[in-house]
């Protein structure tokens, strides 16, 4: 099946940094790529959609210029959280749209300190 | 607006017995149902999926699901737990706006006692 992968897996970082998590579909081309965030025993929550070559569509309540968002290729999304806090610790999952379903990478494990 | 609800936060099962793990869902439309596990610090995997066709579906790991129109259900099911099936569980309507968005369950842990 479809393969997605996520760089890096674990980041600890210091409150007021930026970090960068990669998400890329290896063996298919994914015109459509899906950010979300799990919160610990909690569901994923859709954070937004990135579609190749145009701006993502951030849903209601994700601030946009916190969460940067680029899908620069058709096998490549980037997540770029700007000035972290430790409220954004969490789990980030990334997924690729391959016709009609979407394959999730493993996840990023983010924690800010 | 599409939804799914997952009703029970958690199932324990005995191992060796039949599992269920309950989604109800509400859509427009047809509706494309998935189900996934995710084990501690992992990512989703994907269990099964109904698209259209036969209201049994066969998965991965020998589990199967129901979907019942009449009832908007579809159900996970296994004949025979292991312990290593605990995990949490996600049942996902994909949304039929022509997003391709997935709207997730809450989550259900499945817990099998040895």
């Known amino acids: 099946g479809a393969v997605v992968s996520q760089h890096p897996s674990w980041v600890i970082c210091k409150s007021g940094t930026s970090v960068k998590i990669e998400c890329r579909s290896l063996?298919?081309?994914?015109?459509?790529m899906f950010w979300y965030r799990q919160f610990p025993k909690q569901s994923l929550m859709l954070m937004a959609t990135?579609?190749?070559?145009?701006?993502?569509?951030?849903e209601q309540g994700v601030e946009k210029d916190k969460f940067l968002i680029n899908h620069a290729s058709l096998t490549l999304s980037t997540l770029t959280v700007t000035s972290a806090h430790p409220e954004d610790s969490s789990f980030y999952i990334c997924?690729?749209?391959?016709?009609?379903?979407?394959?999730f990478g493993p996840g990023t494990r983010l924690t800010v300190t | 607006a599409q939804s799914v609800a997952q009703p029970e936060d958690q199932v324990n099962v005995a191992e060796g017995n039949p599992l269920t793990v309950k989604c109800t869902y509400s859509?427009?439309?047809?509706?494309?149902l998935f189900w996934y596990v995710q084990y501690p610090n992992r990512g989703l995997q994907f269990l099964l999926k109904?698209?259209?066709?036969?209201?049994l579906v066969k998965g991965s790991y020998g589990f199967e699901a129901e979907f019942n129109k009449s009832q908007t259900s579809f159900h996970l099911k296994k004949p025979s737990a292991l312990v290593s099936d605990s995990a949490l569980y996600f049942c996902?309507?994909?949304?039929?706006?022509?997003?391709?968005?997935?709207?997730f369950g809450t989550g259900t842990r499945l817990k099998v006692l040895a």
């Open positions: 997924s690729a749209r391959d016709y009609h379903e979407q394959y």
């Open positions: 063996d298919f081309q994914a015109t459509t």
């Open positions: 990135s579609n190749e070559g145009s701006k993502a569509t951030y």
């Open positions: 859509v427009s439309g047809n509706p494309y």
């Open positions: 109904y698209i259209t066709g036969d209201n």
């Open positions: 996902a309507v994909r949304d039929g706006g022509g997003t391709y968005k997935y709207i």
